[in-house]
């Protein structure tokens, strides 16, 4: 099985609303999938209709090899979720809670026992296993729900913001569980808000928006899509530039030529892939910084401030190691070196803000 | 110092969100007027059209008189008028009426000696109807009385002879006391003395139970969905059937137990006599409590929440205490509200706990209020499961 999930133009509206709109995606099997979106976006819903809890209005999707509309029962025997909201017994305990979803899933008793010792030590909980769930702090119960939904051993596991509020070690604790589950072989599907966590665990990201799925990619490849966007729309605007600087050349309109080819030369450069570069260099001088902005690998010294310098500089791997030798040279003294590529908050920012700002002029 | 601006959006706030439920606002007018009906037009406190069948074994102007002032008071609603007192009698027995005033076969004689001994025979587990029916025909049959003796006596004072024969053959003690006593009223209560404590218990336990497994069910089937704990079930590979008939065993056992526990606090702090099968009495219970389970599943097969499903049992539940006869007798009550009665199963459940606990009947007495509470039951269910919203 190639694909953990496939979705057939699968939908779900709510009277008038569409809650999600003909979405089609495919899971790679034994991957990390995020999927992310705004509040509202739909991701919720369709994790629901993935996991049998709420039906599609149209289209279908194959969940672990198996159709959601026409056998569900088998879709249910092969995911676990823990969902957004706890949802075990707040008047049971752990151990309770546990066993029952262990029966429900119809476990044998031997075996019961022994997948539930196992997963409470593995989340270290099985040391509450009798305590009452609501007299448990947010993070035992999230770690008492992941055992109660990987009890049956699921080849899918839904984790719908499985991190929410719980403090960093707890994080810590749930994403080596998810780690540990995929190197297994169990294709793990996480909804979240927290792009960082995405980032970390992901191998492939689907960000909705509107019901509608907007991006879908790996992290690498989402951040690769925006920076060339954001490149192409440079260029293109430096390319009407300088068709305007051409046409007054053409008219008689220039009359300091090599000023003219200089400035040509630098919008052209501003075409060329380029990246963010900070160097702080604690004995900064002028003659150093002039002979920096003569570097062919430096396109613009974009700020100077106390030692610290942002550049905007080639894009290509030997650059950075240039520069950087080129300011050692000078005997410069380097404390820090940074790069910025956009950030996978940036993607996502970019890909529901484009959403909206179509969504605004289609309306 | 008051904070009156946070005040206000306090009121403001809790107005919005009734605005918003709109079940909730409709439940909230709603209620009352239901409620203020049922009270000003159904129990007014007074009892009236208990119904009654007259056996006449004599035809006459005394008979006709007879038959006259009770039709003629608003208390009774003379059913039948036959000339079988047995029929009189089995349709007490039966529950068609609550009692038979059985006039005797010298009616109609006024010529007789001997007294004349009208019989009434009550359905005393009805214990409201019997204790107003009891008074009121004694009253009717002394006014009777009365009127007998002046017209016997208006013919004594022309014929001193007869009256003679009269004071003889009547009372050597007192000349005018077998005129007085002329007519004869016995009141048969066919069930014993029975209490309005006794009266109520059986319909009391009905009323128990009917709340128990209602709300419980909206707790246990609503607040669950509300607070996600059914979903959990419903993501694993079960059923509706399935995780419904756990929560109805489960209520069904607690329901059961609460019903007895009821009747052996009644027995042995208020000295309740249970006439008929204690086994009966607990499968009727059971039955009971089903029919209402079923009623809870139905109602939360489609709400979202606990407050939801309160505000949609509400406008039935407290209606249903008042028509089924719990405290007033049914056929006492406007007609509107004994249709309404009829449709209503606490009603059947009522009769049949009244049959079995005062009457002490078997099943045979109570087979019409078994059959219709399995319908009740089999309809709630399944409308129950098949509206059920699996949907999270």
Redesign the interface.
Known sequence: MKYAIETFDLTKKYDDFTAVDALNMKIDNKSIFGFLGPNGAGKTTTI?ML?????ATSGTANVAGYDIATN???V??K???V?Q??????DLTVRENIDL?AD???LPEDLKVSRAEELMELVDIKYAQNKIVKQLSGGMKQKASVV??LIHQPDILFLDEPTIGLDPTTKRVLWDLMEELNSEGRTIILCSHDMYEVELLCDEIGIINGGILAAFDTPRGLKDTMINEQKDKKSSKNSDVIEIMDELRKEGGVEDSAAYDQLKDKIERKNRDLKELSVMISNLDESMLNHLNNIPGIHEIVEHDSGRLVMDIDSSDESVSLIISEIIGQGGNITSISTKDPSLEDVFMSVTTKYKKEGVDDG | MVETKKIMWMIKKDLLVLWRHKPRLISLFLFPIIMIVLFGYGMGGTINNIPVVVVDQSQGPLTDATLSAIKGNTLYDVKDITSDPTKGLQDVQNGMVKAAIILPTNYDNLNTTSQKSIVVDVDSSDQMAAGVIIPATEGIFNGINQQIAVQKLQANSTSAAAVTTNQVAGSAGNPFQSILNTVNLQINKLYGNISYLDFLVPAIIGMTVLFGCVFGMGEIVAGERERGELARLFMTPTSVTTVLGGKIISKLVQETGRGIILIIAAIVLFGIIINGSIVLTVLILMLGALCFIGFGIMISARVSSQEDFMQSVMPITMPMMFVSGVFYPIETMPWIFQKIAYIMPLTYVNDALRAVMLKGVGIGGIWIDVVVLIGFTALFFALGVTQFNRDI
């Open positions: 629901k996991t049998c809890l709420v039906q569900p029962n088998e249910r025997e995911i676990g979720m969902p909201l706890v949802s075990l017994y707040s979803c429900f899933y119809g109660a939904s």
